[in-house]
């Protein structure tokens, strides 16, 4: 019962953002606090890019959609909200800096640095349908199988650390892991190269929202 209540809530939660996001006049009254800007080490962020204005000299801006977030959620529901509503100009405000290059290898050589993800066939559907897939494929490692570790893996014939590799030779869709980081780079430059005209990048922001009934309940206030 309660992972039945937890995923109705979820639910509820997902409609009730997917609402926010798809209202008209979505940031009016706009106030933006500029964050300090973190680059990793060799990338080619412009450090002379026009910084985020203060909140004194913010002005009221109107736009139909504002995403929170320029992260893989982020970024690819702006992608989404690009292609269901062309006409409509949606706002991606995030309080990082830009992403990095998902092709600087001098960045992404040592793996252990980042957080993997593995793509699996329903990752994978999704991307595709947005037709971001064979971007994504580009900058992934196809793996076999995983190491699974647990209580019970040595009596499975684990290693002396308890790991027991799994090898999948059945399934039609082979894994695909990247840094989580290196997939944010890859939906940044698809937003950039196909979706200028619609999607507005905004880095080095952070966002709060003041009124979410504001124009008589007909738009969201931040």
């Known amino acids: 019962k309660d992972c039945s209540k937890n995923k109705r809530m979820r639910l509820k939660t997902i409609r009730l953002l997917l609402l926010v996001a798809c209202q008209k006049a979505t940031v009016s009254a706009f106030v933006a606090t500029p964050t300090p800007r973190i680059n990793p080490p060799n990338s080619n962020i412009n450090e002379n890019a026009t910084p985020a204005p203060t909140a004194a000299a913010a002005e009221s801006q ?11 959620a982020g970024l690819l529901t702006a992608i ?17 800096s830009e992403p990095p290059s998902p092709f600087d290898e001098s960045i992404w050589s040592d793996v252990a640095k980042f957080y993997l993800i593995g793509l699996g066939s329903r990752g994978q559907n999704a991307l595709a349908h947005y037709g971001v897939l064979e971007d994504v494929l580009n ?6 199988g995983r190491m699974d570790w647990s209580p019970e893996s040595k009596k499975d014939g684990g290693d002396e650390d308890g790991g027991v590799e799994r090898i999948f030779t059945e399934r039609k869709v082979k ?6 980081d290196k997939l944010v780079g890859v939906l940044h430059d698809v937003v950039v190269k196909k979706y200028s005209k619609n999607i507005e990048l905004n880095y080095g922001y952070e966002v709060f929202p003041e009124d979410f009934e504001a124009n008589d309940n007909s738009a969201v206030q931040i």
């Open 62 to 72: 109107t736009t139909d959609c504002v995403v929170v977030g320029a992260g893989p």
């Open 80 to 96: 989404m909200l690009a292609q269901k509503f062309p006409s409509r100009k949606i706002k991606v405000y995030d309080r990082l």
């Open 139 to 144: 900058v992934c490692t196809t793996v076999a």
């Open 175 to 180: 894994t695909q892991v990247l840094p989580r």
